[in-house]
């Protein structure tokens, strides 16, 4: 015990450097060792859309940039991050248990087994890192564990599940369009019948197949009629050279003249008339029908070809997660990086007693 006093009278008269030394020791032999090895497992992922066309070369920097679908892939980087995919990632991998087993040490492991969501997402997010690469345009997934096999399972399972679930939000969002255009398809396929029937029943009504056949045929009628009144006319007066008024030759033609001027009249009165139901103005009814029988089926033609379009387009639409490096198997534990913690931490606690002692020299200073 003598030979240990003049230690322990050094200890007692510089405590502030003894405590220094004591807590430079204590990080060196925490990093270097208790500190668990964590295996760090490692993929590389570009979010691709399937929307090229067929006969679309592949662009590799195009590929290699993502396809220009930063957004895309910052919204699987949060989905990868979320606490939806660390209660998947717990399921199947049990990850509670595996992080807080009690033979890691106390400062790398989750304290409770049992910790809250938050707490234990808070925890995750320092063992996981989806980082994005704005020079390549990919994602870099990276997995701690404490063991190799653990890190390898929850960095394939979070590329997995990250496919999944961007093919699942761009499937839904193609089959809620496909349904809205069936929907009005058949909204706009029921317009066309009723317009179609509306056309039947007004033929019915009126007794005609076609109106506007009808009316040609008896335009026609009074044409051939105004052609038989002028020949009527023409033999009238080259015979009224030769016979009278009375004779029964002149007699003959002016029956057959007024008889030709009556049906004539009666005729044109079918065609047009300043009141009642006239022929023309069925024409005008049914033509207004047909036409919007014709724009309706016209408009469910095109509708027709937009839900085909809008079908084949919803099955270009999946997002393909592009593996470049699939999830590596670590042979070695990168992480803690003993020596360069251990740096860090002297370091620190160097600085740190530093600017205790110049805060202290500098409250004497004001003393005096």
């Known amino acids: 015990m003598t030979r240990w006093k003049p230690i322990q009278a050094w200890v007692l008269t510089h405590r502030f450097w003894s405590a220094l030394i004591a807590a430079c020791l204590l990080v060196t032999v925490y990093w270097t060792l208790i500190a668990s090895d964590r295996y760090v497992s490692e993929a590389h992922v570009v979010l691709q859309r399937t929307d090229g066309s067929p006969g679309q070369a592949a662009d590799l920097g195009a590929l290699l940039s993502g396809g220009g ?7 699987l980087r949060d989905h990868l991050l979320s606490t939806d995919m660390l209660r998947k ?12 087993d009690a033979r890691h040490d106390l400062l790398s492991r989750l304290w409770w087994s049992d910790a809250p969501d938050e707490l234990f997402q808070r925890y995750f997010a320092s063992r996981v890192s989806v980082e994005f690469d704005d020079y390549g345009g990919l994602l870099v997934v990276r997995s701690q564990a404490f063991d190799a096999a653990t890190a390898h399972a ?3 399972a979070l590329v997995q599940e990250g496919e999944a679930h961007m093919n699942g939000l761009a499937r839904k969002l193609a089959q809620d369009q496909v349904r809205f255009l069936e929907e009005q398809v058949a909204a706009l396929g029921k317009r066309a019948i009723d317009a179609r029937q509306d056309v039947l029943q007004y033929q019915n009504s009126k007794g005609l197949l076609s109106p506007e056949s009808t009316a040609e045929n008896l335009s026609g009628v009074v044409n051939r009629l105004q052609t038989q009144l002028s020949e009527l006319q023409a033999r009238r007066s080259a015979v009224a050279g030769y016979l009278t008024s009375g004779a029964p030759g002149m007699v003959e033609l002016d029956l057959q003249i007024g008889a030709v001027e009556r049906q004539m009249r009666r005729e044109r009165e079918r065609l047009t008339s300043s ?3 006239t022929l023309n103005r069925t024409v005008e009814e049914y033509q207004r029908l047909k036409m919007a029988a014709e724009f309706s089926q ?6 027709l070809a937009s839900l085909e379009r809008g079908r084949i387009e919803a099955a270009r639409t999946l997002r393909q997660v592009l593996v470049l490096q699939s999830a590596s198997v670590p042979q070695h534990p990168l992480e803690p990086r003993r020596l360069h913690h251990t740096v860090v931490s002297v370091l620190a606690l160097l600085l740190a007693a530093a600017l205790y002692r110049l805060m202290l020299a500098i409250i004497k200073d004001h003393k005096d």
Do not use: E, K, P
């Open 69 to 75: 679908n930063r957004a895309d892939q910052m919204l």
């Open 89 to 100: 990632l717990d399921a199947q991998l049990g990850l509670r248990s595996h992080f807080s």
């Open 154 to 156: 929850i960095t394939r």
């Open 275 to 277: 009141s009642g139901q």
């Open 298 to 303: 016209n408009v469910y033609s095109h509708a």
